[in-house]
Every structure is written in structure tokens, then in C-alpha cells.
């Protein structure tokens, strides 16, 4: 007999559920909770709700659960939830612990502590690879310990200590993860996990969730932490350089350590643990708290408008004419991306820019008018003048020109880890920092990249160079990690210099879109001067409201180009 329930409140290790059809009574104890979502048991029925005598009966009887994590905390020998044997992942396994264990005696020591690690009798001078790996995954969580196993043998030997053998080692952590997607923790390190949250009182399970997977279309009902890193465990990273489980402890830790809770130092303690195991570099974890760190109010991170952003991630076909692309709206007041248009077939420039006008017709409702939009291009071509694009009008509301109509800027989708840093520090430093000139003597890249290193608190770029060698400069700011740039597609004199930076004199970063929109608009409304600057400027503007993912993850989210 089954009965439906849905989530009402959770106590852990406790669950609280309403019984939506059925009855609950006597003898339910022990059976199975079934999630429809996720398709897996995530907890056994304890107890229901009984009415007292003489009491009218309750509309919606409460019924009682234990959620899987905390049951796992007490069993850590239950069966795995599916045994494969030959599936994907089990020859590239064996081929990298063939690799790591060359010798009989390696094997040996290794199983002889894995099978005393899981429970199970070693079957001594008869292990081969083979059985070590049928051995692991014939048990629940059997997988996180062989590589425990194979990293404390490999960390014994100093076998890892040369690059053949951590090639070989980031080998078996892909192919085993493969092998064993929704398990990465080992039962002890699940544990030790479960009770430390056991005591977390401040985080919103919810709000977590959102904050760790804020681009996920649709998000599972959680019913509180356990069941929020249960989830993450075995979420797809994305190959993201830091997995979504050791996110949200790590979110966790901050929220608790906000409010005096002492057992924040033990999260961190624990995510330092189990990074390197898991093949996450500790500099990555550092990272990742600073970038979530709350920061002081007016701090130079901090986000300068309130207004929407339209997204555009411009796919150029060579030569550069024709295009596919996709269009993300970012809310502040939901602070979230949403992809609202894909165009997977080429298209003109001018069907370009109706789909931005489409976007912000029917999907922007607040500040229309005050709408940015950001194109997002690979550097090869930032020398794309975006901003001077235009849709031919009808009857009812003429031209639309894009630089003009909006704030338009660039951006990079080509940051990598290599550049954070530099971006970070010069981020950081903007409001104090005086901007650089990069003029024709800067187009040989070793004399951009001089002299960027030379100034490396700066934030703003002045480009004065001709047009054919834009693109290596705009290149080599990007390596340095410079936040904005600033130039004139065609002139490059002294003098288009002296304007550009008299332009930006005393305004502050979070200004220059709309400056650049007026100067712009002057060019346009003076047809008599065909010299004007505003007609052929462009800005790259790489704030620390950086665009979301799949085009600008954050940077303890970036992979090698």
C-alpha cells in the first residue's frame, strides 16, 4: 500500500510531511519515502499522526520521516544504490590503476586496507585490478574509498610527487567519478559532514540552493541541509573547478561564522580536508571564500546600478557578417539570468539587434529605458563595432540604433584563471587608480604587455592605435586583466589621446556606459561635424558584475582555455 505525502517542515534529522491521499497507519514504520523528482528513496516512514480520544480527527495527518543522509550517518554499510559491472568508466579505471599500481604487492596493500575499510573479507594473494574494482563498487560509497585508498598508498610511496603519476591520478578521480557519479564522499567523510549540520541552524536551505545553482532552470524541494548537500553531491560540475557540494559547505561556513556559531571553523577545517582529495587545489578553495565573503558596503565590487542588463552572447561566422547568438535578462531585484532567446541559425546584424529590441519589449519590465546591453565576444573579435548597429524602423517608431537608444558595451568571454588575479587586483584598485594611454608604440604585444606590468593597479586603458593592430592590444589588456578599455575605432593621434582621457577625467567606472552613450548621441546630433570622437568609440567594459555562466563563470568556476 502507498500513500502521498508532501513536505510540510524539517528538524534534523526529522521530517515533516502532510499525508496529501491515503491513510498512514499501523505497520508503515520502516517503509521506503519516494522522491518522484529525483526518482530514489531519500528516507524510511518512522511514525504518523494519532487523535487523541474524543478529539475531532486532523484534515491532514502529519507523517514522520528520517531522511536518508542522517540514516547513512548511522549505517554506513548499506548497499549501493546501483552496482555497475561493465558500464561506462570501468575500463578507463582500470587503465589508470593499472597505471598507479604496477605491482603485485601494490595491489595487495591496497585491497587488504580497502577490504577492511568497507567491512569485507580480502581475498589476499588473489587481488588483481580487477577484483580491487569489483570490490568498491559492490559497496555503498565503495568508490570515494578506493581512491582514499589508492592517495594515502600513492602519498606513502611519494608517487605522487611526479607529473606522470598526478596525470595519472586526475585519470582515475574523472573515470572513477564516471563509475560513481552520485557518491564522491567517503562514508566517514559523509559523517563527519552530517554532524556538523546537524548544528547548522542559520543557513535557508532554499536560499543555498539558489546561491550554489543559480542558473538551474528548475530546483529539487529540499527539506534542509542534509538534504541540500545530499543533492550536490552528485550534481553534474560541469568540469567546474570546484564541485557543488564543497560550494555550499563552504557558503554555510560563512553564514554560520556570521553569527557566532564556533562550529564554522570546523566546516572550513573539513572542506580542507576533503578539497584535496577530491583533486581541488587549496588556492581554489581560498578563492572561492574571498569572492563570497561578504564585502563592506561602498567596496569597489559592490554593483553600481540597479537597472536590467540584456546579455548577448554573439557567435560571429567568418568574415564577421553574419552571426548566431543567445540572449540572457539579468533582474536585480530577483538577482538572476534568465536565457530568454537562442538563434542557432546565421543572421544578420540587423536581425541581431530585433532580437534585442524583441528582449526588451517583452521581457525587461523595469527601468525599460535604462536597460544595458552587453555583447559578449571571444577576443578575436572585440573589433566588432557592435554598438553602432541599428534596426531600420517603420511608421510607428523609426530607427532603432542600438548606441544611442542604449548604454551598449563589450565584454570578454575569454578570462581564464591565469588572468583573474591581475582582473581581481585592478578591480579592487579602481577607485584610486589613474588610467594608462597604449598608443602606437604599445602594437608590438611585448611593449603593451611591459608596460601594463609596469602600472599593474590599472583599471582603465586608453587605446590609441591603428586599426589593424586593436585587436593584439585589446588581447594583451585581457591577459593583464584589465577592467576597461576605452578607443576610437579610427583615429589614433595625440589628440583623440588628450579627448579620451579628459572624457573619463573624474568619472567614476560605473559611469563611463551612459558618458559613452551621450558622446554618442552628441556625435549623432551634430551631422555637420563628421569628425566628432563619439561617432566611432567603443568600450570594453569588464566590470566585477561579470556576466553569468556558460560565457563568464566565476573564477573559481574557470577552466584552462
Keep these: 500500500m502507498t500513500i502521498t505525502a508532501s513536505p510540510r517542515a524539517v528538524a534534523e534529522p526529522w521530517i515533516v510531511l502532510d499525508v496529501d ?24 516512514v518512522v511514525a504518523t499522526h494519532v487523535d487523541a480520544p474524543g478529539k475531532s480527527p486532523v484534515a491532514r495527518r502529519p507523517l514522520y520521516a528520517i531522511g536518508l543522509p542522517a540514516i547513512e550517518a548511522e549505517l554506513p554499510n548499506l548497499p549501493p544504490v546501483e552496482v555497475p559491472t561493465a558500464g561506462q568508466g570501468w575500463q578507463q579505471t582500470l587503465a589508470a590503476l593499472e597505471r598507479l599500481l604496477p605491482g603485485t604487492q601494490a595491489v595487495l596493500k591496497c585491497e587488504t586496507r580497502l577490504a577492511a575499510k568497507l567491512g569485507r573479507e580480502s581475498v589476499h594473494q588473489a587481488a588483481d585490478h580487477h577484483r580491487l574494482l569489483t570490490l568498491a563498487v559492490g559497496v555503498r560509497r565503495g568508490v570515494p574509498e578506493l581512491l582514499e585508498v589508492v592517495r594515502e598508498y600513492l602519498v606513502d ?37 552530517v554532524g556538523l549540520l546537524a548544528q547548522c541552524r542559520e543557513t535557508d536551505p532554499e536560499d543555498l540552493l539558489r ?15 542534509m538534504d541540500v548537500t545530499d543533492l550536490l553531491e552528485g550534481y ?15 557558503r554555510i561556513s560563512l553564514v554560520e561564522h556570521s553569527v557566532g556559531n564556533p562550529l564554522s571553523e570546523e566546516l572550513d577545517a573539513w572542506v580542507d580536508r576533503v578539497a584535496p582529495r577530491l583533486g581541488i587545489p587549496e588556492a581554489a578553495v581560498h578563492q572561492l571564500r574571498d569572492d563570497i565573503r561578504p564585502t563592506p558596503c561602498g567596496g569597489p565590487t559592490e554593483t553600481a546600478t540597479a537597472s536590467p542588463r540584456i546579455q548577448v552572447e554573439l557567435l560571429p561566422i567568418a568574415p564577421g557578417h553574419r552571426f548566431t547568438y543567445q540572449i540572457w535578462v539579468y533582474s536585480s531585484g530577483a538577482d538572476r539570468h534568465e536565457l530568454v532567446l537562442v538563434q542557432d541559425s546565421e543572421v544578420s546584424s540587423e536581425q541581431v539587434v530585433e532580437g534585442v529590441r524583441a528582449v526588451l519589449r517583452t521581457k525587461v519590465h523595469e527601468h525599460t529605458d535604462q536597460a544595458l546591453v552587453e555583447f559578449f565576444l571571444a ?45 581581481k587586483r585592478r578591480t579592487k584598485a579602481l577607485p584610486s587608480s589613474r588610467p594608462i594611454v597604449l598608443d602606437q608604440r604599445s602594437a608590438r604585444p611585448g611593449v603593451a604587455q611591459a608596460q601594463l606590468e609596469a602600472v599593474p593597479n590599472a583599471g582603465v586603458v586608453i587605446m590609441c592605435c591603428e586599426q589593424q593592430h586593436q585587436n593584439q592590444v585589446l588581447r594583451q589588456c585581457l591577459q593583464a586583466g584589465v577592467h576597461t578599455v576605452l578607443w576610437h575605432r579610427q583615429d589614433h593621434d595625440t589628440e583623440t589621446a588628450k579627448r579620451l582621457l579628459d572624457l573619463v577625467e573624474g568619472i567614476s567606472h560605473t559611469k563611463l556606459p551612459e558618458t559613452i552613450r551621450l558622446e554618442r548621441a552628441k556625435a549623432l546630433a551634430d551631422p555637420d561635424c ?32
Design 379 to 423: 577576443p578575436p573579435w572585440l573589433r566588432l563595432d557592435v554598438d553602432t548597429w541599428h534596426l531600420r524602423g517603420n511608421e510607428e517608431d523609426g530607427d532603432f540604433y542600438l548606441g544611442i537608444t542604449r548604454r551598449v558595451v563589450l565584454r570578454s568571454s575569454g578570462r581564464t584563471r591565469d588572468t583573474y588575479a591581475g582582473w
Design 157 to 193: 610511496t611519494g608517487a605522487l610527487g611526479s607529473s606522470d603519476e598526478r596525470a595519472a591520478w586526475d585519470r582515475l578521480l574523472r573515470a572513477a567519478r564516471v563509475i560513481s557519479p552520485r557518491e564522491t564522499l567517503t562514508a566517514q567523510q559523509r559523517r563527519e559532514l
Design 530 to 561: 563628421p569628425t566628432h570622437h563619439g561617432r566611432r568609440l567603443s568600450l570594453l567594459y569588464d566590470g566585477p558584475d561579470h556576466r553569468p555562466p556558460p560565457f563568464a563563470p566565476d573564477a573559481w568556476a574557470l577552466t584552462q582555455p
Design 211 to 225: 546561491a550554489v545553482l543559480p542558473y538551474a532552470d528548475e530546483l529539487p524541494l529540499v527539506s534542509g541541509l
Design 236 to 250: 553534474p560540475s560541469d568540469n567546474r573547478l570546484m564541485p557543488p557540494l564543497l560550494q555550499a559547505v563552504v
Design 21 to 44: 491521499a491515503g491513510e498512514a497507519r499501523e505497520g508503515h514504520s520502516g517503509g521506503p519515502l519516494w522522491d518522484r523528482d529525483r526518482e530514489a528513496v531519500v528516507g524510511i
